[in-house]
């Protein structure tokens, strides 16, 4: 048996080091385009930003370990070129040498990966403008920052362009990011991303949304970027985080299909249209966990999945992946976002009926010291209960709760199965009702019928307002409140409610949603058409203060 592997870092080393250990007998070669066989993309930034200062730190494993380890035979900087499938073999290029060659396989595994998107714009291509995939690129980005640079220009608001941000800002550069989106981080919920881009600004980041670069044109003082609204900044440094786009012209060109996007499509064996051929990692388009539907996600955690997967069913031991489901974090500024499974937003593009909720609490218990706030947000099915995502922001603890939630998704789990978890409480970790089943007990509460709930873009949309009431303490009414609304605290409710309509619906509400719970239990056994308004006044004010498209920092 003869496996040929197709690139390195997380699916191809993984696929490699699998296969070595179901068999001692098989030969496994790797071919790897760059120089590092395996290195850790997510550093990268903190390289430049010095929280990683030593560079080896970054390499995963390397050629040599890989040989001594393994028994693999590694060849870096050795581009394939071809694939002829009816003789099985690949065309080499070693780039040190020029040397081609033809290498054969009994069972190929395809990792290349993906590559940054450069727009095409005019000045895209000049030498202080750089995208981030290798350590060759993270090399050439601190150079210039080692060197002095003053201002950088980050163009898009993804998890590398904010990460680059708060490494940028930590070196002593003023960065300024554009993005042509309404919001920063546009796999999350606008809604989801107020507290992120505060954050930003509070840093002294400038953020201008709505809009991106239309030119980047050398200067006196670097480079001159033009913006799509005609305004224009000055940098020394442009890192273009505008996405990335599947490495697949290897497959194109060797009849392999691909999908709309791009992706090269797969089977749940990770097998390609071609039996013999499979594909891992950023190249590939999967099924999204859930769903079914077709997507491609760029994670690390999916391509090591992937890799070991395509090695167990290159050697004839069945295994099926699963699905990607897009769980991913990040942390900048003190701050943390995480999400996984079905956003709001990809659930409306899908036409798939869902409903939410929020929860806003504290990491831990309220009354140990240093209890970080964090807001949750969780999307499920309105017929079965059955979750289907979460988004969370905050500072501590958030990864733990996505963590759970994401595990929560993998097992088809309910909102009713969150009511009944049992996770570690202690002052310092938690709270005997965490938040996450804080969750649990809203959505149930909802859908059982206790506790009707209202979204805040419902409310927005009515023609004929719904009554507006403000459960909270006159002095928190008096430091902002939804306009139009009347306060009626929820300790005086029982003794005032002649002050209510009851031939108009009221919508309930307090800071969070607690209170506004109790309100609407007893407006409703009072008679009254009432329901609570999801996460209270602060998932109003979250949506509210979200920038439209346009604004700028």
Not at 9 to 36: K, T
Not at 365 to 392: C, H, I, N, R, W
Not at 395 to 421: C, H, N, P, S, Y
Request: net charge neutral.
């Amino acid at each position: 048996m003869k496996l040929v592997i197709v690139g390195g870092v997380a699916g191809g080393a993984s696929a490699a080091a699998r296969a070595r250990r179901l068999s001692e007998a098989a030969e496994i070669v790797l071919l790897e385009r760059g120089p590092d066989v395996s290195f850790a993309n997510c550093g990268l930034p903190y390289h430049v930003g010095e929280v990683i200062p030593q560079r080896d730190k970054l390499l995963v494993t390397t050629a040599v370990r890989l040989r001594e380890r393994f028994r693999l035979d590694v060849r870096t900087r050795s581009e394939v070129e071809a694939i002829d499938r009816h003789a099985k073999t690949v065309r080499v290029r070693d780039l040190d040498t020029g040397r081609v060659y033809e290498e054969g396989y009994d069972k190929l595994i395809l990792a290349p990966g993906a590559a940054p998107v450069r727009p095409p714009i005019p000045g895209a291509d000049l030498p202080t403008v750089f995208t981030l995939r290798t350590l060759g690129d993270a090399d050439r980005i601190k150079a210039l920052v080692d060197g002095g640079v003053r201002r950088a220009v980050i163009v898009g608001a993804g998890f590398i362009g904010l990460e680059l941000a708060e490494n940028f800002v930590r070196r002593g550069v003023a960065t300024t990011i554009l993005d042509r989106n309404r919001q920063v981080l546009s796999a999350f919920d606008a809604e989801m991303t107020t507290a992120i881009l505060a954050a930003l600004r509070e840093r002294g980041v400038e953020v201008l949304l709505g809009q991106t670069a239309e030119a980047i044109a050398p200067g006196p003082e670097g480079v001159t970027v033009t913006l799509t609204s005609g305004d224009s900044r000055t940098a020394q440094l442009v890192v273009l985080g505008v996405g990335v786009r599947p490495e697949n012209p290897l497959a194109v060109r060797a009849g392999l299909e691909v999908g709309p996007r791009g992706g090269v499509r797969v089977n749940e064996f990770l097998q390609t249209t071609d039996p013999d051929i499979f594909a891992v990692g950023d190249a590939v388009e999967t099924a999204e966990f859930g769903t079914g539907e077709r997507t491609q996600v760029p994670l690390a955690g999916p391509a090591n999945r992937q890799g070991r997967i395509a090695a167990d069913n290159a050697f004839g031991r069945a295994s099926k992946y699963r699905g990607t489901q897009a769980t991913a974090i990040l942390g900048f500024f003190g701050h943390t976002a995480a999400a996984t499974g079905q956003s709001e937003k990809s659930l409306k593009r899908a036409g798939r009926p869902y409903r939410k909720v929020y929860v806003h609490a504290a990491h831990h218990a309220g009354y140990y010291p240093g209890a970080e706030g964090l807001s949750l947000k969780v999307t499920f099915d309105p017929a079965t209960g059955k979750l289907l995502g979460a988004q969370a922001v905050g500072g501590a603890g958030v990864d733990k709760r996505i963590d759970v939630l994401a595990v929560a998704i993998q097992a088809g789990m309910t909102v009713f199965d969150l009511e009944e978890m049992e996770l570690c409480n202690a002052p310092q970790f938690g709270s005997a009702k965490d938040t996450v089943n804080m969750a649990g007990f809203v959505a149930g509460g909802l859908l059982r019928g206790d506790h009707p709930q209202t979204d805040w873009e419902a409310v927005a949309g009515l023609a004929d307002k719904p009554l507006l009431l403000d459960v909270r303490t006159p002095p928190e009414f008096a430091a902002g409140h939804i306009p139009g609304a009347v306060n009626i605290p929820v300790d005086e409710l029982r003794g005032r409610l002649a002050e209510l309509p009851k031939g108009r619906p009221v919508v309930a509400y307090c800071q969070v949603g607690q209170r506004g719970y109790l309100a609407t239990r007893i407006l409703m056994q009072h008679g009254f058409d009432v329901s609570n308004l999801g996460g209270g006044y602060k998932t109003y004010q979250l949506h509210t203060t979200a920038r439209p498209e346009g604004t700028t920092g």
